[in-house]
């Protein structure tokens, strides 16, 4: 089946830690983007990626980093630089184009201790 | 500055009530409209898309929006509330000429027994 998978579902670090956060597609779609979710929120778009090798900075790209090597993979590190960053993340793909019909993935939920 | 508002973070519902979720856009150019749900602990999921073909549309579930310029508004409907649409609903706008989506606060949706 195809879709999109992250993982862990939750993730625990300590404050001051980097932590990647894994998003891998089997869509063969090629735009993929990170989206950052709070509540009373909704949910703020981090980086996205139209293509391999190239990525653009969101709303709320601060303290996060990306990239993207190969098509299926779009992993995100949050930085120590980030201020506030426990959070639901979601990560989502769709095809070239087609903004519009995102795929989301489950998400992970991150929270620094 | 273009946003998209979502009244109410909460909304109830008795079982085989309406349902009226409210979403209103800022902008004298009419943007690409979306609803999408998220149930407890997911991704989000495409509910239904206005792409400026018909004004009325129908989504998954029984759900449909209607496009009405001269209010700014694409307000989510279903005719009888089932406990399975329990979740958050969030609408979305892609603004002419954007590449990304924006989306609304969201709503919770409760169904009451």
């Known amino acids: 089946d195809g879709g999109i998978t992250q993982s862990p579902k939750y993730l625990f670090r300590k404050e001051g830690q980097n932590v990647t956060l894994s998003c891998e597609q089997n869509l063969n779609h090629d735009a993929m983007y990170w989206y950052r979710q709070d509540p009373g929120q909704g949910l703020r778009l981090i980086y996205y990626s139209q293509i391999v090798n190239d990525f653009q900075k969101g709303d709320i790209a601060e303290g996060y980093s990306v990239s993207r090597e190969k098509k299926e993979s779009f992993p995100l590190t949050v930085t120590s630089a980030q201020k506030n960053p426990t959070a639901f993340y979601l990560c989502a793909s769709s095809r070239r184009g087609h903004t519009d019909t995102q795929y989301f993935g489950p998400g992970t939920r991150l929270t620094v201790l | 500055a273009q946003s998209v508002t979502q009244l109410g973070s909460h909304v109830s519902v008795s079982e085989g009530a309406l349902v009226l979720l409210r979403c209103n856009y800022s902008?004298?150019?009419?943007?690409?409209l979306f609803w999408y749900v998220q149930y407890p602990n997911q991704g989000l999921q495409l509910l239904l898309k206005y792409t400026s073909a018909a004004t009325l549309v129908k989504g998954i579930n029984g759900f449909e929006a209607e496009f009405k310029k001269s209010e700014t508004s694409f307000h989510l409907t279903k005719p009888s509330a089932h406990m399975s649409d329990a979740a958050e609903y969030f609408c979305a706008v892609r603004w002419a000429g954007a590449n990304n989506l924006f989306f609304g606060t969201g709503t919770r949706l409760t169904v009451i027994p």
């Open positions: 902008s004298s150019v009419p943007p690409y």
